[in-house]
């Protein structure tokens, strides 16, 4: 099944099926970039993390997520004091600490086992005020401050931009092409919700010519690919399909409501 949408389907900003489509279209994206990338680049997905401490600022970033360690405690902490001969004159609490991460892709030039481009494709937490917004835009100014190319892909019409300079053309999508050595300088593609879905250039070092990446089979793939949530995307539009046409603002910005979309009305 494809979208019938040339561009992004505004259905798949509901919470129950975004989640979904994140995870669908990131490995869409790895798999088409690495039809196309020469040698000896390489598209990988990889997850960063950070650190959520209760009442401690700032968000702290801990980078990839090489090695989780659990401990078993043991909750007899009388049978512990005596094996060690010594008790505590004191206990006290420390803060939780709870790791939180985020998934993207980057590309990798194998000479020198370096991250040359990373692609983000924002989730509605990138967007809403607090410390998972803190950590990205953390990772945001990092990538900048290495020389590291950034592709931002922000398909989602709710929430806070990410920053920048100057005034966005008005628009429902956003993507951004940051390449390092043009820096501060980036590249905008306004979209609405009946433009089509562009290819974009995705930069590589500087002597090497950009990849070309047509977002659309990426996005198909996602469809054809994301069967759990198919059906829901046709009741929603068989809703909106009573409704009377209008203009690209019929589709209310944010998450679709399911109280409007309900899931298990029959459709004909």
């Known amino acids: 099944m494809l ?25 869409g994206l790895r798999a088409e970039l690495n039809e196309r990338l020469p040698a000896p680049y390489l ?23 090489d090695v989780f360690m ?25 803060p939780e600490v709870e790791p939180r991460g985020k998934p993207y892709i980057k590309i990798i030039d194998r000479r020198g086992r370096r991250v040359v481009t990373v692609i983000e494709f924002l989730s509605p937490a990138n967007k809403s005020s607090g410390k998972d917004r803190e950590a990205y835009l953390a990772k945001r100014q990092e990538y900048f401050r290495t020389g590291t190319n950034l ?40 979209l609405g919700i009946r433009d089509r879905l562009p290819t974009i250039p995705v930069p590589l070092n500087p002597d090497d010519p950009p990849v070309m990446l047509d977002l659309r089979p990426c996005m198909d793939r996602a469809y054809d690919e994301g069967t759990m949530w198919t059906m829901t995307i046709l009741r929603c539009r068989h809703s909106m399909s009573r409704m009377p046409a209008g203009p690209e603002n019929c589709w209310p910005a944010g998450p679709i409501n399911s109280d409007i979309y309900p899931s298990n009305g029959a459709h004909s």
């Open 151 to 190: 592709v931002e892909m922000d398909f989602l019409r709710a929430g806070l931009r990410p920053p920048v300079q100057e005034k966005l053309p008005p628009a429902s999508y956003y993507l951004l092409v940051s390449r390092a050595v043009d820096f501060p300088r980036v590249g905008i593609w306004p």
């Open 43 to 65: 598209a990988r997905w990889d997850r960063y993390v950070w650190v959520d401490e209760a009442d401690v600022e700032p968000v702290r970033p801990l980078g990839k997520p």
């Open 3 to 27: 979208s019938p949408f040339p561009g992004m389907d505004p259905y798949l900003e509901d919470p129950a099926i975004w989640s979904d489509f994140h995870g669908t279209t990131l490995m």
């Open 70 to 94: 659990v401990d078993q405690l043991s909750r007899s902490s009388e049978v512990e004091q005596a094996a060690l001969g010594i008790a505590a004159p004191a206990m006290a609490t420390v």
